[in-house]
């Protein structure tokens, strides 16, 4: 039990002997980490010092550049602007001087004016003085000399102007023989008036209303097949015993008139008939047109035509132009033509040639957007006529220049054959405005008492007071009025202007 004792005595007496050699160990320890800490500590301190200067160093520096370039800056504007102020100084001094100057000058132009004045007021004072020494001179007033002279100048004037047109007259007449080709040419070369519209529809008529149903057919069948086999539009309407064709080609018309005649006659009317028929018709009308064109060419004796122009002329037959008939027309210009071609010494068969063919443009086949004169000469050409007269019919409406004596007879002769009484149809009230605007322009002359348009506007007669214009001035005013006319109107054909002066001498047995 003793040992025990001891034993625990020598191992506690052993743990604080230990206990207290760890202790010195730790204290010295713990003082050497704390001396090394503060060594640490006192090197970190001088570094962070040592760059806080560096970067206060760098900022400062930093700062000291952009102070200075500011300043630059600042002492620039400050330059610039003392600048600016020299140049406004002078500036306003120049303003100043100059506006003092401008009003030296504003003195001196006012006191020349002033002078002026004066000046301008002596010599109407001197112009009234010397005119009322005229007057008294010559016993008239200034605005009687004034009056006088003007009056005197005017008579002499007119009094050469007539004598000029006179003259210019008297030397037509005797040279009338040498330039009578040109002047003719020249002087027919008149275009007839634009019409009435042409043709476009054909009235189909019919023993009763009953047969309306018959065309039509079941539901349309039938009047759908006649418009599909002959290219026509038919109006079957309220209009008794009638069925209106509606076409632009009249070939077309004529084709669909005739199968409808040959079908109503017949009485057999359904889709395969109709096209039988139709296309019998339009056989029958083809031979048609071919004979009309031979037997034409034969009567007037114009010979080696292209048979396809041939057929062209024959179809001719089956268009109007402002209401007359194109072949008709064709032929009254061919003979008109050679008749004047005859008269002037040309070829008279060309001449009746172009007058033939001048408008085979308005019949072609298909219709190209050209007009009719130049796609009757490109038709020509295509079938070798000769170049004057296809140059004739190209420029029979002046699309083309003129390039030989033929072209001028053709233009000259189809408005004639147009202007002729009754050849074309002309709408009423253009007609009646047409007279009075003719009656009115007369009537605007001084002096004309009455006129009177007579003839159907192809003559013209003034009736003029014979106190208020002489002989030699109804020459002047017939030749005013017929040029003003043909500046001012649009007319077929030409007008015959007469003026009439008479004196009557009325007296009373009492």
């Known amino acids: 039990m003793t040992f025990i004792i001891v034993g625990i005595v020598a191992f506690l007496a052993g743990m604080g002997i230990m206990w207290a050699i760890s202790s010195t160990l730790l204290q010295s320890r713990a003082k050497n980490i704390l001396a090394e800490a503060e060594v640490q500590g006192k090197a970190i301190k001088e570094k962070k010092i040592l760059e806080a200067k560096e970067k206060y160093l760098a900022l400062k ?57 004066q000046r301008k007021q002596e010599l109407e004072k001197l ?22 002279l003007i009056e005197g100048l005017k008579e002499e004037a007119k009094t050469d102007a007539m004598a000029y047109v006179n003259e210019i007259m ?21 275009v007839a008036t634009e019409a009435a519209i042409e043709n476009s529809v054909t009235v189909f008529n019919i023993d009763s209303d009953e047969l309306k149903g018959r065309i039509i057919g079941r539901e349309g069948r039938n009047i759908r097949a006649l418009e ?33 005649h040959q079908l109503v006659t017949d009485g057999r009317i359904h889709p395969a008939r109709i096209e039988e028929v139709v296309a019998k018709v339009r056989r029958q009308v083809e031979e048609e047109i071919i004979e009309t064109g031979k037997r034409t060419t034969i009567d007037l004796g114009i010979h080696g035509l292209h048979p396809e122009l041939v057929r062209m002329v024959g179809k001719m037959k089956y268009r109007s132009s402002y209401g007359q008939n194109l072949l008709q027309h064709a032929r009254e210009t061919a003979n008109l033509c050679a008749t004047m071609a005859s008269e002037l010494g040309l070829n008279p068969e060309k001449a009746k040639r172009a007058g033939l063919l001048h408008d085979i443009g308005k ?31 190209g420029s029979h409406h002046d699309e083309i220049e003129m390039e030989t004596l033929i072209a001028p007879i053709v233009q000259a002769c189809d408005a004639i054959s147009g202007a002729r009484p009754g050849a074309r149809r002309e709408i009423v009230e253009a007609y009646i405005k047409r007279l009075n605007d003719l009656e009115k322009l007369a009537a605007s002359y001084p002096g004309v008492l009455k006129s009177y ?18 002989d ?39």
């Open 472 to 510: 030699k001035e109804t020459e002047t005013l017939s030749y005013e009025i017929a040029k003003k006319i043909q500046d001012e109107m649009t007319y077929p054909g030409q007008v015959k202007i007469t003026v009439i002066r008479e004196t009557r001498a009325v007296s009373y047995a009492k």
């Open 127 to 148: 112009r009234k003085q010397e005119n009322e020494r005229l007057e008294v001179i010559s016993g008239l007033s200034a605005q009687e000399a004034k009056d006088r």
């Open 453 to 470: 348009a007579i003839q159907a506007g192809r003559e013209l007669r003034v009736i003029v007071g014979a106190d208020k214009i002489d």
């Open 228 to 260: 599909a086999a002959t290219g026509v539009e038919i109006i079957v309407d309220d209009t008794p015993d009638a069925i209106v064709l509606s076409a632009f080609d009249p070939v077309r018309r004529e084709i669909a008139r005739l199968a409808l």
């Open 61 to 117: 520096s930093e700062h000291e550049s952009s102070c200075n370039q500011r300043t630059a800056k600042i002492q620039q504007k400050e330059s610039q602007i003392r600048q600016k102020e020299q140049q406004v100084n002078q500036l306003q001094a120049e303003v100043n001087k100059g506006r003092a100057e401008n009003e030296s000058t504003r003195e001196k132009l006012n006191n020349q004016l002033q002078i002026v004045e």
């Open 170 to 190: 008297e030397d037509a007449k005797m040279n009338a023989n040498k330039e009578a080709k040109k002047i003719v040419i020249q002087t027919i070369q008149r």
């Open 363 to 393: 019949v072609p086949d298909d219709e190209p957007e050209l007009p009719h004169a130049i796609l009757g000469m490109k038709v020509a050409e295509k079938f070798k006529e000769k170049p004057d007269v296809c140059n004739a019919i």
